[in-house]
């Protein structure tokens, strides 16, 4: 029975990297089988839930968020020569502060 269960987890994890789960989401079958890395394959099923949502004609359920669409920018060289110019302070500033003396609750002696 434990053999059969096993086939039937790596018959699943076939099918989804055929379905488009790219490899890096998906999970060892020991993962799965002895519950030794669970979020791992939380996080398959959230990748396989958004590559169904590409999908055309899917209208499932959804589970997780939909993933992100290309979005290339073409920037003219005169773009990034303004891009250049920015100081950093314009971003904005501490003013001086630190984090010097700063302690919460007890403080450690060594």
């Known amino acids: ?3 059969k269960q096993m086939e039937n ?4 994890l076939t099918a ?14 020991v993962d799965l089988y002895e519950r030794r890395n669970i979020p791992a394959v939380t996080q398959c099923f959230f990748a396989m839930g958004r ?4 999908k055309p004609g899917y209208e499932g359920p959804i ?14 060289e005169e773009q990034l020569r303004q891009g250049e110019a920015v100081i950093s302070l314009q971003y904005g500033s ?10 919460f609750g007890l403080t450690r002696h060594m």
């Open 51 to 54: 590559v169904a949502q590409t």
């Open 94 to 103: 501490n003013k001086g502060a630190t984090q010097a003396g700063q302690n």
């Open 63 to 76: 589970i997780g968020p939909r993933q992100a669409a290309r979005n290339e920018r073409e920037f003219s």
């Open 1 to 3: 029975m434990p053999f």
């Open 9 to 12: 987890i790596g018959n699943f």
């Open 16 to 29: 989804v990297q055929g379905y488009g789960v790219p490899a890096s989401d998906l999970f060892q079958t």
